[in-house]
């Protein structure tokens, strides 16, 4: 007999709650979803920051843009923790779905289309805003260049250590 705190199957065949058993043991289609579900949460957040370091680097606010790349920094090691806990399930992929109600292979399939969309987006912008920090980069080595060659002018044809002694003196006071 299910009672309500077991999941939402019961057990059914081979199901038992959200876990379904196999060969390999049992797959915690609970777990799963909750992995997927902060998995796209942290991808959201990645794509937001994205966005605004693509407006930072457009902006050339380069403080405001090393904040944010701790922030993002912190959010993509939270990724890869999500990603560690999804390795189990990504061993035997194709088990897990094969395991899975319709409705969860769907749901499954949908939300890893989103993460794939929501990853080339952030790609993307990751490249550009990389070739844009470059020419940045190339522009300013440039006119450091530039800078160089007016001190090397200046030094050339300024006044060199010895100064001129003075031609007319006032010698009468």
Do not use: C, H
Request: glycine share 12%.
């Amino acid at each position: 007999m299910t009672t309500p705190g077991q999941g939402n199957e019961g057990r059914v065949g081979g199901q038992i709650g959200g876990q379904i058993e196999g060969k390999d043991g049992l797959v915690d289609y609970g777990r799963l979803r909750t992995l997927l579900d902060e998995q796209e949460a942290l991808f959201v957040r990645l794509d937001a920051l994205s966005k605004e370091q693509s407006r930072l680097v457009r902006d050339e606010a380069t403080d405001d843009l090393l904040r944010l790349l701790g922030e993002r920094q912190g959010v993509v090691a939270s990724l890869e923790r999500a990603s560690a806990g999804l390795e189990p399930f990504r061993d035997r992929w194709e088990r897990v779905l094969a395991g899975a109600r319709a409705e969860q292979r769907d749901r499954f399939a949908a939300q890893l289309e989103r993460l794939s969309e929501i990853a080339a987006a952030i790609a993307a912008r990751d490249d550009a805003d990389r070739r844009a920090i470059e020419e940045r980069r190339d522009r300013l080595a440039g006119e450091l260049s530039g800078v160089g060659n007016v001190r090397g002018a200046v030094a050339a044809y300024g006044q060199s250590g010895v100064r001129p002694a003075a031609r007319f003196q006032d010698r009468e006071g």
